[in-house]
């Protein structure tokens, strides 16, 4: 029995989008290789993750401890370390995110198997893994293939696979005992700390108006802002917005910022740099509004508005709300 390793992640009670979308490239995978994708899930009392995960996977392994109740790269190494010992998967998927920065490269060389992180994309070959990965800051996509082995550890960069929904597929949950019987004393979770969080999450919003170096001066942000509220969105920008201090970095968009991948964007006064456009180019649909009619963020939009941005912005805006009256 072949099978496709997908590690859910979960946090503070709720499992992570990264988690369905790899579980909907791992099915993709899966139906091409002719393997089973298989869901491992690690924590205590996650009967509801498991229940929930049955729809997207053939099964659903659970190890439910209490010392797995927070995310612990030692704990989950050796749990991980013996199932992938034990049922040698083809592949073993892990989210690129903090979780599985700490665990991916340290499970890699304890088993010995090839590891290719930060994917945006991943395919077989023949016998070959092929992965593709950013480099230069996301300017060039290299495409490159691992050296053969019985097992691959791969981890996906978040809010780049869309998270589609299939047919439930009805998966069977398999509890499994935890494969440790000690206390991990020398690393052990404290508490979460997370940074002061903004007034508004852009990860999270289904608009985003987005704002570039068109706007000229700090003055004319009412204009976009006015937009956003048009529209009932929130307001993002680029890196040169943040520089100037005119909006908090927990706004901006790209490589330096955050991924984002709502129903609709809309860039406006965005010249469309590849370090932009790698945190928004998932984004269900684009629209961009610049007076330039080569910048690239033309390349990436569905639509686009070859104009001042200081004569359709304003107009936009009064429409949209008279629309509300």
Known sequence: MKEVFVLAEHRQGELRDVTFEMLAKGMELSQKTDTDLT??????????????????????????????????????????????????????????????VDL??????????PLATNCIDISFEGEKL?????????????????????????????????????KPQGGEVIKIAPPFSDDITYK???????????????????IIVAVGRGIKDVDNMSIVEKLAEAFGGVLACSRPIVDKGWLPNDRQVGTSGKTVKP???????????????SGMKNSDLIIAINKDPKAPIFRSADYGVVEDLFEVVPTLSDRLLEGKR
């Open 130 to 166: 092929v992965v593709v990965r950013q480099v230069y800051g996301g300017k060039v996509n290299v495409k490159a293939s691992l050296r053969k082995s019985e097992s691959y550890i791969v981890t996906l960069r978040p809010a780049t696979f869309e998270a589609k929904g299939t």
């Open 104 to 113: 991916a490269p340290s499970l890699a060389t304890e088993l010995d198997l």
């Open 263 to 277: 129903k609709l964007y809309i860039a406006i006064g965005i010249s469309g740099q590849f370090q932009h456009i």
């Open 39 to 100: 869901v491992v899930l690690l924590g205590h009392n996650v009967e509801k993750f498991a229940k929930k995960l049955t729809d997207h996977a053939k099964r659903v392994l659970v190890i439910d401890d209490a010392r797995l109740e927070n995310f612990n790269a030692e704990t989950y190494q050796k749990v991980l370390t013996h199932l992938i010992s034990e049922r040698k998967p083809t592949l073993t998927l892990v989210g690129h995110t903090a979780f599985g």
């Open 188 to 206: 052990r979770f404290i508490e979460y700390f997370q940074p002061p969080a903004g007034d508004v999450d852009i990860t999270a919003a289904d």
